[in-house]
């Protein structure tokens, strides 16, 4: 708490905002798939613990996506299979529980209603489950893919080229991402620390 506390005022020194957004585990949406002895060791929940003692000892806004994602799960599978990762329903309806979080304290936000995507059901061929077990290509898993009906308004931007460690990060082609929007060049920049959910 007291980490987060400093991040926080160090961001609004300097006229920023400093929120946390925190991604379900798969297993927490599908509990039902879990054998028996996972379901009841699965019933605690030490994140919900922690975003709650965070709420009441830091300044800092945390949303858990927990809520958002389990109410989703009549609109379809949001997970692959064959990962532990979301598919591309899973991110529009994490997308909308994120903005729907900051409209209050940012009016302008909207989120993209989901009749503006086609969603349409894919099999992918890799996934970090699938490959433990050495069966990419193997065994195809059932995916969503997600396109958008509206010509995008977000541009790639050139990059910084802020150095990456290939020793101790192996996706170094994505240790940096700049986009903008061309459309609304006065909107407030975001940067984002990430994992390979977001």
């Known amino acids: 708490a007291a980490e987060i506390n400093d ?3 160090k961001c609004r020194a300097m006229g920023a905002e400093y ?4 991604i379900p585990s798969k297993y927490r ?3 039902e798939y879990l054998p028996d ?3 009841q060791q699965n019933s605690s929940n030490p994140v919900s613990a922690f975003v709650k003692y965070m709420q009441q000892n830091t300044s800092v806004k945390m949303l858990y996506l927990l809520d958002d994602l389990q109410s989703a799960k009549k609109e379809g599978v949001l997970f692959r299979k064959g990962d532990t990762h979301w598919n591309d329903r899973g991110t529009y309806f994490g997308y909308r529980g994120i903005v729907n979080w900051m409209k209050p304290d940012y009016s302008w936000m909207q ?3 989901r009749n503006d995507f086609d969603f349409k059901d894919s099999l992918c061929n890799t996934g970090d489950l699938i490959g433990q077990f050495g069966l990419n290509a193997v065994w195809p898993s059932p995916d969503v893919l ?4 509206k010509k995008s ?3 790639m931007r050139l990059k910084e080229n802020y150095p990456c460690d290939e020793d101790w990060f192996a996706y170094c082609y994505a240790y940096e991402e700049a986009r903008m929007n061309k459309a609304d060049t006065t909107l407030p920049g975001l940067l984002v620390f990430r994992d390979s959910y977001t």
């Not at 929120?19 to 925190?22: F, S």
């Not at 997600?146 to 009906?149: E, V």
């Open 7 to 9: 991040r926080g005022e």
């Open 19 to 22: 929120r946390i957004v925190i």
């Open 29 to 31: 949406i599908y509990p």
């Open 37 to 39: 002895y996972l379901q």
């Open 111 to 113: 989120p993209e209603p």
């Open 146 to 149: 997600l396109k958008p009906k």
């Open 153 to 155: 308004r977000v541009a």
